[in-house]
């Protein structure tokens, strides 16, 4: 199983970016996908998760500026963010809790990460 994130580069404040993470492989069951993102020298830090029900939580920092969502058939994830700011700089890293095929439990993927600067 592999997560691919794109979508990610340098946006001007006040900008918006749309970033995607698609998930590939033996994949039997994707049950949530979240979006974490890490500032230098600070923790990973939950942005926004999406359950395969359609259930959302989204941080209370970025809450007013965030929408997610998963495209289950598609095994992908959108977030979309608005109103960027310097303090959004940070690699973004997608997260899923997934079944394989064939698989008896439930396991945890990240994938690489997709730098976000925002700066003019």
């Known amino acids: 199983v592999q997560l691919m994130e794109s979508g990610g580069g340098l946006v001007p404040p006040g900008g918006s970016l749309r970033l995607s993470c698609t998930a590939s492989g033996s994949i039997g069951s994707i049950y949530k996908m979240s979006w974490y993102r890490q500032a230098p020298g600070k923790q990973r830090d939950m942005v926004a998760i999406?359950?395969?029900?359609?259930?959302?939580n989204v941080a209370d920092s970025v809450r007013s500026r965030v929408s997610i969502s998963l495209d289950i058939a598609a095994n992908t994830m959108n977030l979309h963010m608005i109103d960027l700011q310097p303090e959004d700089t940070a690699v973004y890293y997608c997260?899923?809790?997934?079944?394989?095929?064939?698989?008896?439990?439930?396991?945890?993927?990240w994938g690489q990460g997709t730098q976000v600067t925002v700066s003019s």
């Open positions: 999406v359950t395969s029900g359609g259930d959302t």
């Open positions: 997260s899923a809790d997934l079944q394989r095929l064939g698989a008896l439990g439930v396991e945890n993927y």
